[in-house]
């Protein structure tokens, strides 16, 4: 492991959680379906690599500590379990306790000092769908179970308004469907619930949360080499059980789960894939209070499918794919305070 992890340190200064504050009726947030695009900039840096090349698996910050948690290692698609660990401060990249099945495309969000892991696809691909939801504590590096989601789901996406956890889109356990129904796990009940369906159902896509209001982020309909990107945005409020329609991605774009995240009240999205096994480097931002996607410097290389976490200013965003190959390099932005 290379030591360049201490390459710039900086003091978590604005890592935000999804506040909610109302925003009174929808026209307040200039909320309409067309998108305005501006040019910005931002820079990144090699920072290293990961132990096991790996795409597909979850990402997470907690502690300043990135965690990056199960995913495919090889061409044939295999699955891990492992979970490799690594903060600004110690070099190296110790391992945590493996997850109690290797499955990918798992939907995340994360607690205080918990990552939760909701459904994905069990084992190598193609396995099918599973309903569980897997619980890793950091402090004491052990996996719990959580409530089961009303029916399996692969390839969802994950957002925490308030005290509940939304799942939305994905796959069913045959992975033949893309799944209309949205789950709400209330945390201090752990209880489920079913909410307005999505009105455009998809898979790999990606989920944030802003000032309490749910996005559902671009994705694909179908699987593989059947696959259509899209660049549709939708976003729910929970006060008012109903989506919306949000402003398009610059371009279609799948394959950013793991790589979606909310700073400073905006949302980033950072590689994923154009089209089947087509890799992209880019990075949208999206302001929601200014109704518009800005499109950032690019990573240095594209990577379908990495691995990502904000630690307090910076983003990383480690692993990934090119062509089925997976990759090990970890990026840093330097400068996420002065550009977003």
Known sequence: MQSDWLIQSLEPRRLLCAVHVEPGDEASMGYSTASAVTESRLSWTGVGRLPVAREEGAGASVGGKLYVMGGFI?????????????????????????????????ATIVTATRVWLFGGYVGADPGPATAAVLIYNVKTNKWTRGPDMPAPRGAAAAGLAGNTVYVFGGRNKARTTDVKDVYALNLDTNQ???????????????????????????????????SI?????????????????????????????ASTFVYDRKVITVGGESAHNVATANTFVFDPYKNEWSVEASLPKVRRAPQAALIGSQLFVAGGSVIGAQRDEVYATQNLDDVI
């Open 192 to 226: 489920w619930s079913t909410v307005a369906r999505m009105p455009n159902p998809r898979n790999h896509l990606s989920g944030a949360v802003v000032d309490g209001q749910v996005y559902a982020i671009g994705g694909q309909k179908n699987e593989a080499e059947r």
């Open 229 to 257: 990107n899209l660049t549709a945005v939708h976003r729910y409020n929970p006060k008012k059980n109903r989506w919306f329609a949000a402003p398009d991605l610059p371009e279609a774009q799948s394959h950013t789960l």
């Open 74 to 106: 090889n061409p044939t698609s295999d699955a891990t379990p492992g979970v490799d660990i690594c903060d600004r401060v110690k070099s190296g990249w110790p391992r945590g306790r493996a997850m109690p099945r290797a499955w990918p495309h798992t």
